[in-house]
């Protein structure tokens, strides 16, 4: 089945204490990306990747790292968290088009991980 | 830079109404949008998206929407509301390299 899974569901932290909530998507996709949820704020992008070792920021980077070794990982780190880090997160992969076409790519979604860092 | 506004945070309807969810966007360049739904405790999922081949866009479900350049709007309708329609609605607006999201409207289908 063509899944984004992510691990873990829900975690509870301290601040400052490192984390890393792995991504992982079987469909050879080129694009990958972090977002968080906050309420009334949508969905804010935090890092993406065009391809194996190409990262790059998105909207809300602070506080966040990612890396890209394997086309089908993509994994986020939070070195320190603080409170405001707590919130939904979500890795998305898509096909990752040449160009203009990229700009029409679905995206598809993991479960999410509900991060609570107290 | 690219954005969407999605008005009204919640939206109530009765089951067999019609649902209309409204979206505005703004684009320096020609838009390609997004709506995705996210049902309880899931992750997003593709409804339907504006790719500049027919303004009036077919989706998942028995929704639809119309892009309207002139009022710069992408909103999504259902004829007719059934209860699984429950969920949270986002529009979003694609660039070359990032989706940007509006805020969300929370769908509430009274029986």
């Known amino acids: 089945e063509a899944q984004v899974t992510q691990n873990p569901r829900y975690l509870i932290t301290v601040t400052g204490k490192k984390l890393t909530v792995t991504c992982s998507q079987n469909m050879n996709h080129e694009y990958m990306s972090w977002y968080r949820q906050d309420p009334g704020l949508g969905l804010r992008q935090i890092y993406y990747s065009m391809n194996v070792e190409v990262t790059d920021k998105g909207d809300v980077p602070e506080g966040y790292k990612v890396s890209r070794k394997e086309k089908r990982n993509f994994p986020l780190i939070l070195e320190s968290p603080s409170p405001n880090q707590t919130s939904l997160y979500f890795c998305a992969s898509s096909l990752g088009l040449a160009g203009d076409l990229l700009s029409t790519d679905t995206q598809y979604f993991g479960p999410g991980t509900r991060l609570t860092v107290l | 830079a690219q954005s969407v506004t999605q008005l009204g945070s919640h939206v109530s309807v009765s089951e067999g109404a019609l649902v209309l969810l409204r979206c505005n966007y703004s684009s320096s360049v020609p838009p390609y949008l997004f709506w995705y739904v996210q049902y309880p405790n899931q992750g997003l999922q593709l409804l339907l998206k504006?790719?500049?081949?027919?303004?009036l866009v077919k989706g998942i479900n028995g929704f639809e929407a119309e892009f309207k350049k002139s009022e710069t709007s992408f909103h999504l309708t259902k004829p007719s509301a059934h209860m699984s329609d429950a969920a949270e609605y986002f529009c979003?607006?694609?660039?070359?390299?990032?989706?940007?999201f509006g805020s969300g409207t929370q769908l509430t289908v009274l029986p």
């Open positions: 504006y790719t500049s081949a027919a303004t």
């Open positions: 979003a607006v694609s660039s070359a390299r990032q989706l940007t």
